[in-house]
């Protein structure tokens, strides 16, 4: 009886390499193609937000530089010294007028209700920017003397209007008026203008010559039958 030895060993058989440097280097030169597309994609998206974030940079600048120089046109003008004073002191002027009127309205000087109309007249007629520094009545009301003052000459027309409407004046024109602007040394020291500067190697010019922030105005009542003067 034959027998039949088997003499197979796979160990001996040869191996396939399914990963051989070739495919290797297939695989690691795909991989190193798509690493720097993604870079470059990505390098381009960080450009593209760099720049739109300093558009936005920009922009905020641009708008707060439009922002500051708009709050510098709007910013309140300083009052000047001179003028606030006067104004205080018209105040002070018109809550006395007030005053004197109700003095006169008890009575406590006699006979004198002639004379308070034409203050309460004048205490009613009141205009911003305008003051009165002096009234002047004789008789009974023929003659009548006002002196003030005014930031501006176009607020008298205005006066003179609200003086016309009231019931003790009917009748009375202010037919002559006079205006003029002082000096600022008349004005007092807080007017007084500031000296040129010098050249260099050379003196001071005097300072130029400058006027007080208001106007003075003197306004008489004309009898009747007078022709106007100065309106």
Do not use: C
């Amino acid at each position: 009886m034959s027998q039949q030895i088997n003499l197979f060993n796979p160990r001996f058989l040869k191996q396939k390499n399914y990963f051989s440097a070739a495919a290797l280097a297939g695989v690691l030169a795909v991989v190193l193609v798509g690493g720097i597309a993604m870079g470059l994609v990505a390098r381009r998206q960080a450009a593209a937000l760099e720049a739109q974030a300093n558009s936005v940079k920009n922009e905020l600048a641009a708008r707060e530089a439009r922002r500051a120089a708009a709050a510098t046109e709007l910013a309140p003008r300083q009052r000047s010294a001179t003028v606030q004073q006067e104004l205080e002191q018209a105040e002070a002027e018109h809550r006395a007028l007030l005053a004197v009127s109700a003095i006169l309205d008890k009575g406590e000087f006699g006979n004198t209700r002639g004379y308070s109309a034409y203050f309460k007249a004048f205490a009613r007629s009141r205009v911003d920017g305008l003051w009165l520094t002096g009234v002047q009545i004789v008789g009974a009301g023929n003659e009548i003397g006002l002196q003030g003052r005014t930031l501006q000459a176009s607020l008298l027309p205005g006066y003179l209007s609200g003086l016309s409407r009231e019931p003790v004046l009917k009748g009375t024109s202010f037919g002559q008026l006079e205006m003029a602007q002082p000096k600022a040394a008349d004005a007092g020291p807080a007017a007084a203008p500031a000296p040129n500067p010098a050249p260099p190697g050379g003196t001071a010019a005097p300072p130029a010559p400058a006027v007080a922030p208001y106007i003075e105005f003197s306004l008489q009542a004309m009898p009747a039958g007078a022709k106007a003067e100065g309106l």
